[in-house]
């Protein structure tokens, strides 16, 4: 893979790396009591349910209906890799990152710190969008093409982009596209597909960077859908922790679960506070217009229950990037009556 040479982008990837290094270590590593809650978000309207909760304090909301009062500490990350590295390491107690992500820690943390999912953050399609003409489908990607996504090889659109080389080119060359992406944020890669100035040429988004892209680059273009090569609306984006964590902390859970569940309605009958709620919370650079546009999408679904999940594990399976085969996707979600109605 090539060297990226885009100066101006890197120092913003390393300004958000050590903002999130900061923020994690002015967080005591020991195990704490119930009430306290430590939580990794990313970038982009998928972490919406996470933004309405914590711009209207729903997860204290909550936990004082369970009789505990909550302390809830936000951090910032970027990737599956530093996300899953800050949840072993103690530094966070919820992870917030793709199903590509999960399945990797659940399936290396399996009889150990056994790290399940607790909750999705809903279904929406992802786009890989491309400027570059020549590029139509997957198919035409060459050398000198670059694909951005939050991390090489680990997160949920790199392992998209597998599912969709193996469907392309057979199981066995589901790796063939990895050596064109690189690791970059959404804000940094959508930056530069917008702006057409980087080798950056391609970008696996998320909303809202890909409408974004999509209005603020005439060359432009989707050229796949991550729910074409899921087959049809899928959960990608998720929460997961440490059973340990879990069943320490029931009171705090379950706080965690209602208000996420809460948000979601939210977000469903009053869209309008939703975007406000998102803008307050991230101070996103975005219009409101566009940003209402895609809260309301009908195919952007907030949801606490994962959807269509089990297809891609079982593909990660099948290509030899998880050692262990789930039997359901209640083998990597913990239960709970929210996620009753999941798969």
Request: glycine letters at 6%.
């Amino acid at each position: 893979m090539m060297r990226s040479t885009l100066p101006r982008l890197s120092l913003t990837k390393f300004a958000v790396t050590l903002a999130s290094s900061a923020a994690i270590a002015a967080v005591p590593l020991c195990a704490h009591a119930e009430g306290q809650l430590r939580i990794a978000q990313q970038f982009g309207v998928v972490y919406m349910l996470l933004n309405v909760a914590q711009d209207q304090k729903l997860i204290e909301k909550h936990g004082k209906q369970q009789g505990v009062p909550i302390k809830v500490d936000w951090v910032q990350l970027s990737g599956g890799n530093a996300v899953n590295d800050a949840l072993l390491s103690g530094s966070i107690d919820v992870a917030g990152a793709g199903v590509g992500p999960l399945l990797t820690i659940w399936d290396r943390t399996r009889g150990r710190q056994n790290v399940r999912g607790v909750a999705s953050l809903g279904n929406f399609p992802y786009y890989l969008i491309s400027t570059n003409p020549k590029v139509r489908t997957i198919a035409d990607f060459g050398d000198k093409d670059r694909i951005a996504l939050p991390a090489v090889t680990v997160s949920v659109q790199a392992r998209i982009l597998q599912m969709a080389a193996a469907k392309q080119w057979g199981t066995g060359q589901f790796a063939r596209l990895d050596r064109l992406t690189q690791t970059l944020p959404h804000p940094d890669a959508s930056a530069a597909i917008i702006a057409g100035k980087t080798e950056i040429n391609a970008h696996f988004a998320t909303p809202p960077y890909q409408e974004q892209e999509l209005a603020g680059n005439p060359n432009a273009h989707i050229v796949l859908d991550s729910y074409d090569v899921q087959g049809g609306p899928a959960s990608s984006t998720v929460l997961y922790a440490t059973e340990k964590y879990v069943k320490e902390n029931p009171k705090t859970y379950r706080a965690f679960i209602d208000a996420l569940a809460e948000a979601a309605q939210l977000i469903k009958t009053d869209p309008e506070l939703a975007a406000d709620a998102y803008l307050r919370v991230t101070k996103g650079k975005i219009d409101r217009a566009l940003l209402l546009k895609v809260i309301k999408d009908p195919q952007n679904q907030f949801k606490v229950a994962p959807q269509n999940t089990l297809g891609l594990a079982t593909f990660l399976n099948a290509a030899g990037a998880i050692k262990n085969k789930p039997a359901s996707w209640r083998d990597y979600f913990f239960e709970h009556p929210a996620l009753a109605s999941g798969s």
